[in-house]
């Protein structure tokens, strides 16, 4: 049997996918980074190699061989002193070099991790989105960058005849990472500062054991040139705090403040940002992309043709906070500040 190349294998959702395949007894390939760290996949029975998707020899190299490919590897960051660097380029330029290899090793199909963020936000939570929806008016680098990859995934599939298609998930979460992704963070940073206010607005939560079972779903019944969202429960950022502190005893924001108050004080972690050197914890364009949205997403397709299923936002969230709790992720002063709900105990 050929080996399935999984890109980002190090990554949260390229390394649950790498943990499944693994547990179904397939031959895997984990592409890392030359300065990755390998110790999340060194257990899983996994081939690890190297490479650089930005580097069309490397990447051909580790494709040379696959039968298929999971390409999840992308630039996933919300900010960045050079977003063309370390966030558009990886995704689309990546993506393509990723994908032009695939065309040229013959490999019967890739999956393409996306993102709902590609299908765009709603200002009123009645109005749930399907893939039949584009983002037409994007802020943030990081999804102006995926809307540009998934058309350029999908547009040199049209092209080549290569099997593709492309996975959208939502706001992922759930345990098993060996860093804070720009998901997890935002849980992180409620466990260990709190949150003084909250927004209006609501988000799609999905676990990445979901996410991760969806894409071997995907590879299997998918159709080609098709787009599947992989969300989950729809829940609103004053339910997601108050999911949080009913399972960590933390207090809850009860201050929902103006979005016009959010995105000034994103502007005053902006400039005090730039004299310190420091990445802001918000700035405006995640603002101008989430606050006030509603990414809600209907999995209508993704449960019809793949057969998707997803945890509750509770149990997502269990996960989540038992993870970042056990493994050393939250501060011994905030962990000493919590009354754990006794449902996180062996959570994941």
């Not at 996933?76 to 393509?96: N, Q």
Request: positive net charge.
């Amino acid at each position: 049997m050929k080996p399935t190349l999984v890109t980002g294998a190090n990554g949260h959702v390229g390394n649950n996918i790498c943990r499944l395949l693994a547990e179904r007894g397939e031959p895997v390939r984990a592409m890392i980074r030359p300065s990755a760290d390998p110790r999340p996949l060194e257990t899983l029975g996994v081939e690890i190699v190297r490479g650089d998707i930005l580097d069309p020899a490397s990447t051909a190299a580790a494709i040379a061989g696959a039968g298929r490919v999971y390409h999840t590897a992308a630039g996933f960051l919300m900010w960045s002193k050079d977003p063309e660097r370390d966030i558009i380029r990886p995704s689309v330029e990546g993506t393509r070099n990723v994908l032009e290899a695939a065309v040229k090793a013959g490999v019967e199909k890739v999956v393409y991790t996306s993102t709902t963020g590609t299908m765009g936000f709603a200002a009123t939570p009645d109005r749930v989105i399907d893939e039949s929806h584009f983002n037409e008016h994007p802020h943030t680098h990081y999804v102006r960058g995926k809307i540009a990859a998934e058309k350029e995934a999908l547009a040199i599939a049209a092209r080549t005849g290569l099997p593709l298609c492309a996975t959208n998930p939502g706001l992922i979460l759930g345990p098993r990472f060996s860093k804070v992704s720009e998901s997890v963070k935002q849980i992180a940073d409620f466990l260990n500062r709190g949150a003084p206010l909250y927004f209006e607005g609501g988000f799609s939560v999905v676990d990445v054991e979901d996410v991760a079972r969806g894409s071997l779903a995907a590879m299997e019944k998918g159709r080609s040139g098709e787009r599947y969202i992989l969300a989950g429960e729809n829940l609103t950022v004053k339910q997601l705090f108050d999911i949080l502190a009913a399972l960590t005893g933390l207090a809850a924001p009860t201050i929902k403040a103006p979005v016009s108050v959010v995105r000034v004080l994103a502007a005053l972690m902006e400039f005090a940002a730039k004299l310190t050197g420091s990445r802001p914890m918000l700035d405006r364009s995640q603002v101008d992309e989430f606050a006030g949205k509603y990414g809600y997403f209907d999995c209508a397709k993704a449960k019809r043709d793949l057969g998707y299923t997803y945890l509750s936002a509770r149990d997502t969230l269990r996960r989540t906070v038992a993870w970042l709790v056990d493994n050393g992720f939250v501060t011994e002063r905030r962990r000493q500040a919590m009354k754990l709900d006794p449902s996180l105990v062996n959570a994941y």
